[in-house]
């Protein structure tokens, strides 16, 4: 990086004059002590305060290391450096100006609170020498070597291998002054305070590294990095993450001691390291070799429920890419162009304009959506009906046996108190008419009248309308096969996408169904339109960066790892409904 600074004094008079210079570093530090490449000689600067770096794209960033700094006003720890930000570290001011095509970076520096007049007589008057004080320099070397040695490595280690004291959390925590303190490399993860002072919750052997199993004693559902449910999932396992913990410790990735919110990784080498030559080393592994979104990410899967299938069998996994494959089975009629038409649909209070919103709601999280159901989002306008005139009962949904039996027991209880039914049918036993007949003829106009009804629910109108029906069997012996439904909920549930954080778009955007004639079609975003929203590891002009942890997790089953796919725990089975 190559940096012009501009050092900025001035006169008592007030004039002012600059100096160029050029300082040219990967990194440039800055600080009081004599190792910065930007040397600021005050006592009220850090020895290293703070650095500037070289980011992609040609961008540059700021970031505190030993000492506060102030941006515009505000104290910040990190920021992209920007033309007109106004800088201030310590006395110094540092004005970011337009930057000229031989540089990288463009500054203006200069000293805007100097110390007092008399800060250097009064420091000159204050100075005493050793051999005023009547001490000598060689015992007083000497003593302090000894209590430094006995403070901070003494007194630590023989805490440490007093192994009552190690493993006995409560003692420790009522004490004002700890022996390891000396030995704390830094502040604890704001998730570990709770045991801040009780070393021994993770360092449970003196000097040796931490353990998984110190981890896992607290985060006992944790679980690695896929699921290991084969022999081959267990070998590669092993091979990745071997028993001996030289490799895949939990804290490897996850290193404490470095800040309040510092435990949890979200930059991408956490996975390219091993992914970007995975292939290479594990060429059985079914992935390819990635290292960032915009340039080598494989197309998106799709994961698809199968209808009439149960447990593992009940998904397959489908690359967006494969045109052929890419239609859903789902077993049910639902044309969205028909229902987003902008004309609106008919409804029981009359025409109305659906959104996506009326049916897709989102979960408690509003991360996802609620599954779709016929009773909270189809069952208003898709009545369930089959006397509309006699009665306002429906058939329940979901079970054909229990339709033909609601059907059945409503005209039975017509033929038994001879109540007129004239909607559809054969001539209705009337009230005049029940007795004279006997009771053969009532039984025989109820089986008429319910297969009738059953028949037309069947193969006109209500069940037909959205489900796939098979009739089988004779003319004069009705019989019905409804197919098993299969709507797939989570199509990705190998990453997470939260839809609360993408409700300034329209759905539209990303899912484009206003034309879409049958429920065949998917609509899941593809890689590309991503893309077109987010950059990959390197900072882009009105794109959001895209990293591996923005999408993925590592933990199977953690928080961050995604959705997995609810399957089917019984087999649904297709129901058949025969003639009574």
Known sequence: MKLLLTRITRSKSGQVARVDEILEADNILIGRGTDCKLYLPDPRVALRHATIRSEAAGKCSIEAEGGAIIIDGSVESAALLKAAQCIRVGPYQIDIVETPTSADLAITLELVEPLPDDSSATSIEQRRNLAQTGLSKRALSWALAGIVLLACLVWPVMHALDRGTLHDPQPKLTRAIMADATWEPGPLDSGHATFGRDCGQCHQTPFVQTKNDACESCHKTIGWHFPLDTPAAKALHDSVFSADESQGRCASCHR?????????????????????????????????????????????????????????????????????????????KFPHDVHLSPKGVRSPTGKQQLECKNCHAPDETGTRFKPISMKEHCQDCHSLEFEPKATTRQVPHGNVADVVATVNEFYAQAALFGKSIDQAGPEPVRSGDRLSSGPIKSIGWVNQKSQAIVTEMMEKRTCFACHEITHTGKAEDKKWTIAPIAITDHWLPKARFAHNQHTTFECKKCHEVTQSKTSADIAIPDLANCKSCHSGNAIEKDKAVGTCETCHGFHVGGKGSGMPVVLPKIKIAAQVLAKK
Do not use: W, Y
């Open 256 to 332: 404490d001691h470095k800040g309040i919110h510092a435990l949890k990784r979200q930059d991408s080498p956490i996975c390219t390291d091993c992914h970007q030559d995975l292939k290479t080393r594990h060429p059985s592994v079914a992935f390819g070799n990635v290292t960032d979104l915009k340039t080598d990410h494989p197309t998106f899967k799709l994961s698809m429920l199968i209808p009439g299938k149960t447990g593992k069998d009940a998904v397959v996994r489908i690359p967006q890419s494969d045109k052929a494959q890419m239609v859903e089975k789902s077993n049910l």
